[in-house]
C-alpha cells in the first residue's frame, strides 16, 4: 500500500492476556520503528529494526514486549501478560533508512481492562 | 543522550495570529531536525525537517522552522494561523547515526475564530 499500515487499530483486552499488533511498512523502507504514545505526551520509542534484525530494543520497557520482523517487512509486536498500565497508542513507522524521515501509520489503541 | 524540550504545553490562539512554537534539544553531534504535525483523529504527518544547509526551512501549509545552532533550537512559525492548524505539533531528533528519531513532548494548539 501507499502508507503504513497497523492492525488492528483498537483492541481490548483483559489484564493478563497476550496482543499482537501488527506493522506493514512502506514497502521499499528497510528500517521499521515502533513507537508507544500515552495521552499528553510524544511517541516513545520502543523498538527499531533494520532489515530482518533489531538494530536497536533499547526502548522495549520490560520482557514482556517483544517484536519480530522474519522477512524484513512485516513486523509483529507481541506483548505478554498485559497490564493496564500497557494501554497507550502504539505506533509504527518505516523510513529508508535509520536517521532520515519517518512516516507513521495510523496506530493501534491498545487498552487493557 | 539525546533530548528534546518542548516549552508549551498548549497553545491558545485567534485566527491570523502569528505563531511560535518552542523546540531545544540537547545533542553534541551533527543532527537533523522534524516537525510532525497530529491533527484530531489523524496520524503524524512530517511537516518539515532539516538536515543541513539553510538554517531557514520551510514546509507545508506555510509553516517555517529556524535551526539555531548556537542556541540548539529548532522554533516553529507561521505568520498567520488558520482554524485547521488546531493540532498537536512534535519536535523530533536524529542523527546521521543508526538512531531512532527521540520526539518532544508536544504542544498543543487550539485556533479560535
Known amino acids: 500500500g501507499a502508507g503504513v499500515s497497523q492492525t488492528p487499530s483498537n483492541k481490548v483486552t483483559e489484564k493478563g492476556k497476550y496482543v499482537e499488533l501488527r506493522c506493514d511498512p512502506i514497502?521499499?523502507?528497510?528500517?521499521l520503528y515502533w513507537y508507544r504514545q500515552s495521552l499528553g505526551q510524544g511517541p516513545e520509542f520502543l523498538i527499531y529494526f533494520q532489515g530482518t534484525g533489531a538494530a536497536d530494543d533499547s526502548g522495549l520497557p520490560n520482557d514482556r514486549f517483544f517484536a519480530v520482523r522474519p522477512e524484513g517487512s512485516v513486523s509483529t509486536l507481541k506483548i505478554q501478560r498485559t497490564e493496564r498500565g500497557d494501554s497507550a497508542v502504539y505506533l509504527c513507522?518505516?523510513?529508508?533508512?535509520?536517521?532520515?524521515?519517518?512516516?507513521f501509520g495510523e496506530g493501534s489503541w491498545l487498552t487493557v481492562v | 543522550a539525546q533530548s528534546v524540550s518542548q516549552h508549551n504545553h498548549h497553545v491558545i490562539l485567534s485566527e491570523a495570529a502569528s505563531l511560535e512554537l518552542g523546540c531545544n534539544y540537547s545533542?553534541?553531534?551533527?543532527?537533523?531536525l522534524f516537525w510532525y504535525v497530529q491533527y484530531p483523529g489523524q496520524h503524524l504527518q512530517l511537516l518539515l525537517k532539516y538536515f543541513s544547509g539553510d538554517p531557514l526551512v520551510k514546509g507545508i501549509k506555510g509553516f517555517e522552522a529556524e535551526f539555531i545552532k548556537s542556541k540548539f533550537s529548532f522554533n516553529l512559525r507561521k505568520p498567520s494561523v488558520q482554524w485547521s492548524d488546531t493540532a498537536e505539533y512534535f519536535c523530533a531528533l536524529g542523527n546521521s547515526g543508526n538512531t531512532p528519531l527521540v520526539f518532544g513532548k508536544g504542544t498543543r494548539l487550539s485556533v479560535i475564530a
Open positions: 545533542y553534541g553531534g551533527t543532527v537533523n
Open positions: 514497502s521499499g523502507h528497510t528500517a
Open positions: 513507522a518505516s523510513s529508508f533508512s535509520s536517521g532520515n524521515t519517518i512516516y
